[in-house]
């Protein structure tokens, strides 16, 4: 292939662009990348709330109560639990995603602000290793509610035989139904960020009705919330079972608030996601928590006393337990389509859009939103996350316990842009990849941001190690308590290091401030490689560096 064949080809690979475009597929930008632009901007009051409801209303809202409890709280202590981490949730989701309602960027592009434009590639691939990895096991949960609803209208599906070797921990009839899930997902990735706003609202109509379908029924057969709704709690200490309860709520929507500007990026007006954060967030989560800890005790009276936090499996239950009689099949199938909805919707929100764009972060040029989900669900297919939920307990334990990563990673971010930074940003520098850019620190990495994640992270490694290998000595309660609490003190310590390095050795540019400047059509970008372009300014007395710019 001569070299004239050899470039086509690369631009055809490269990520499409809009007509007329304002950027260029460079090494530090693409379409996704871009400030998202007024046009593109379509997330008012509604849409935020439509997308809260989504993120707030789901399976592992509806299990964090079977956490809570684990921590010997009884169930209105949980309930308790639940409205303070919920609301602490909201707070920490306006501080996260202002800097996206403001300069309309998302995670991807601002964590070169703390950590240097090559340093950025850190927190990203983790983001990318941690989305892929959920996202295996929310595709796998997504063909079981697919398989429980297609089961209730063919029986037959419900009782498959197995065909698939024992070895493999996958059974047919969750094959069939995985493979469905997916189909359903592929389609769902291909709607741009900025239109999902009426498949949000579709899908949490759906879960609704699948979560006070269960809560009624299941509270008018047991004639109330269930015998274990009443049972004391267990704790010996309260209130640092309740601490942990307000750190695990924390760190299981630690990601969602990490990632908020890449959805508040979309905002018609700054304020617009705010409402929902402090709104949506807290109540959407309280409300489905409360509906899984009745449901999950009502139902263990009526069920014969198992007890199934996963509603998935709880539909599955009842079609056997009432014999796959008409009516409730009808019920399942139902029940069954609002949990196949929320998967999707979960899994478009906080593992699709997010890492694509993280994914998009890694190469820009080739990489976009739609790529990088592609990418993301190839990856997360074939850790093969039935294999993981079966036979590897102490790897999902170290995967649950991520945010022991991703608090420090939050602190960072929150004392950099609000405190150091004063919410102030030149946005033109944080696409240009050489040393005129003011976030390009040593080299392209600032050591302040791994010196304080790091000073942020160890202290909960040891009670990791030990929560995961389910340790009883003693000499061990102390760190497992530190680890309980990981999202909490793993923040606050990122955050107090990194300002304390700061103020003792500030970076350069702070109070520096700069809009996106669209490319200069007019003149030819450089060929230094770095991905930027330089042009004249307007009065022609000197050049300065500006980004050009990519999907």
């Known amino acids: 292939m001569d070299q004239t064949a050899k470039k086509s080809l690369k631009e055809r690979l490269q990520c499409p ?103 950025s590639y850190f927190p990203v691939i983790l983001r990318v290793f941690i989305a892929s990895m959920w996202f295996g096991m929310q595709a796998f949960w997504g063909g079981q509610a697919t398989r429980v609803c297609i089961g209730a209208i063919i029986p037959g599906l419900a009782h498959l035989p197995n065909s698939f070797s024992a070895s493999s921990h996958l059974e047919t009839k969750d094959f069939i139904g995985l493979i469905i899930w997916m189909c359903a997902f592929i389609p769902a990735v ?28 299941s509270v008018s057969q047991a004639h109330g919330p269930g015998a274990m709704f009443h049972q004391p709690g267990t704790a010996p200490n309260v209130g640092w079972a309740f601490m942990f309860s307000l750190t695990a709520i924390m760190g299981a929507w630690g990601g969602g608030t990490l990632g908020q500007s890449d959805w508040t990026r979309y905002a018609t007006k700054q304020m617009a996601p705010v409402p929902s954060q402090l709104i949506a967030s807290p109540l959407t989560i309280t409300v489905t928590a409360v509906i899984g800890i009745v449901v999950t005790s009502a139902s263990r009276d009526i069920l014969g006393g198992e007890l199934i936090w996963n509603p998935i499996y709880l539909l599955a239950a009842m079609q056997e337990y009432y014999g796959s009689n008409s009516g409730v099949r009808a019920g399942v199938f139902f029940g ?188 030819a970008p450089s060929s230094d490689g770095a991905g930027d372009a330089r042009f004249g300014s307007q009065d022609g007395q000197h050049e300065k560096t500006a980004p050009v710019y990519a999907v």
């Open 17 to 119: 662009k809009d007509d007329d475009p304002n950027y260029d597929n460079t090494t530090w930008c693409n379409r996704d990348l871009i400030p998202i632009p007024p046009e593109r901007r379509t997330y008012g009051f509604v849409s935020y709330m439509a997308y809260w409801t989504v993120s707030g209303s789901n399976i592992s809202a509806w299990t964090v109560g079977s956490t809570l409890l684990a921590f010997g709280l009884t169930p209105q202590q949980a309930i308790a639990a639940v409205v303070v981490g919920g609301i602490i949730t909201g707070l920490l989701a306006v501080a996260c995603g202002w800097m996206g309602a403001k300069h309309y960027i998302g995670y991807t592009v601002s964590s070169r602000f703390s950590w240097g434009m090559r340093g």
């Open 190 to 217: 291909l709607i741009r960020p900025e239109r999902l706003q009426i498949p949000f609202a579709v899908c949490f109509v759906l879960f609704c009705l699948t979560a006070f379908g269960l809560l009624i029924w």
């Open 336 to 523: 069954g389509l609002g949990l196949v909805a929320s998967q999707l919707a979960i899994s478009v929100v906080l593992n699709a859009m997010s890492c694509g764009m993280d994914m998009a972060g890694l190469w820009p040029k080739y990489i976009n939103i739609r790529r990088g989900a592609a990418i993301m669900a190839v990856i997360g297919i074939a850790i093969q996350p039935w294999q993981l939920l079966a036979t590897a307990a102490k790897f999902l334990q170290v995967l649950s316990g991520f945010g022991v990563f991703l608090a420090p990673l939050t602190g960072i971010m929150l004392a950099d842009y609000h405190i150091i930074r004063r919410r102030k940003l030149k946005v033109n520098d944080l696409y240009c990849g050489d040393s005129s850019s003011i976030y390009w620190y040593h080299g392209g990495f600032n050591w302040r941001a791994p010196v304080a994640f790091i000073m942020g992270a160890w202290p909960m490694l040891p009670g990791l190690v030990a929560s995961v290998n389910a340790s009883t000595d003693a000499s061990w309660v102390g760190w497992i308590r530190l680890y309980n609490l990981t999202f909490i003190i793993g923040l606050a310590i990122a955050f107090a290091v990194f300002l304390g390095l700061n103020l003792a050795i500030p970076p350069p540019g702070l109070g520096e401030e700069g809009e996106f400047e669209p490319i200069n059509h007019s003149r």
